[in-house]
């Protein structure tokens, strides 16, 4: 399976790319991997070369690109080392809504000029800090995403005026949330709210939590589950199959 790595031209920077594309003949539909707050690796890679050979385009983008040469996070020691759990906090804090528009933006443009892709709306899925940035890009590219599935994401309901769960009015993909089991970030009274909107706004969606915790879905996560993992590959590969047709 052919894995491609490229760079894409923004206002802001040179944004590093990793494209995992089927084996065969295409073209295929395609979707955005966004990964954790520990940015785009190696874990990422395989991840999206596992969703690769169930017939899709995976672009995964690096998301500190703004940052240029930051160093990879062990995710082991992330949030627990003082001095990283500073590091990591600051570069999440950088990606902020408008950003991750336009960078959303412009990967679909990109995308759209690829031989390999078939389509002009994708699928979009995020792990942790990229499960917001999903739901984010499904609210403010409305016309663009066809399918938005968020994993273990936290900071979907908050009181900010720019909460993902306020533009569900604008969202025309259908919603896969799959919350984490005791997650502070996205607690079973947000994901009761989350889907009381998404109701409201008529959004074809699914909310539920998995009993895992937080990070339950990428590998080098000190909190990976097995079982919660291959549930979530399930459902993703059902969900974009539905719906993702190029």
């Given at each position: ?59 995964v ?25 500073t590091?990591?906090?600051?570069l ?7 950003r ?15 031989p ?30 066809a399918a ?15 909460s ?46 998995y ?30 199959a539905?719906?993702l047709?190029?």
């Amino acid at each position: 399976m052919p894995i491609l790595a490229d760079t894409l031209a923004t206002a802001d920077g040179s944004c590093r790319l990793t494209l995992a594309v089927p084996d065969g003949t295409g073209p295929w539909p395609a979707a955005v991997m966004y990964p954790d707050a520990g940015g785009a690796r190696e874990t990422f890679t395989a991840m999206a070369a596992e969703l690769a050979g169930s017939g899709y385009v995976v672009l995964v983008p690096d998301v500190y690109y703004r940052h240029p040469g930051w160093a990879p996070f062990a995710m082991d020691t992330a949030f627990t080392d003082p001095a990283e759990r500073t590091r990591i906090f600051a570069l999440m804090r950088s990606v902020t809504p408008q950003r991750m528009a336009a960078d959303a933006a412009a990967f679909f443009d990109y995308l759209a000029a690829r031989p390999e892709v078939a389509g002009d709306s994708f699928g979009v899925c995020g792990y942790c800090m990229g499960g917001r940035t999903a739901m984010v890009v499904a609210g403010r590219l409305g016309d663009r995403v066809a399918a938005a599935a968020s994993f273990h994401g936290g900071g979907l309901v908050t009181d900010a005026a720019d909460s993902p769960h306020r533009a569900a009015a604008d969202i025309r993909a259908a919603v896969y949330v799959a919350g984490a089991q005791d997650d502070a970030t996205f607690t079973a009274a947000q994901a009761r709210r989350l889907d009381e909107a998404l109701s409201a706004a008529g959004v074809e969606h699914t909310v539920e939590i998995y009993p895992a915790a937080h990070g339950f879905a990428v590998p080098d996560n000190p909190t990976y589950h097995p079982q919660a993992a291959e549930r979530h590959w399930t459902a993703l590969r059902e969900f974009f199959a539905a719906r993702l047709t190029g």
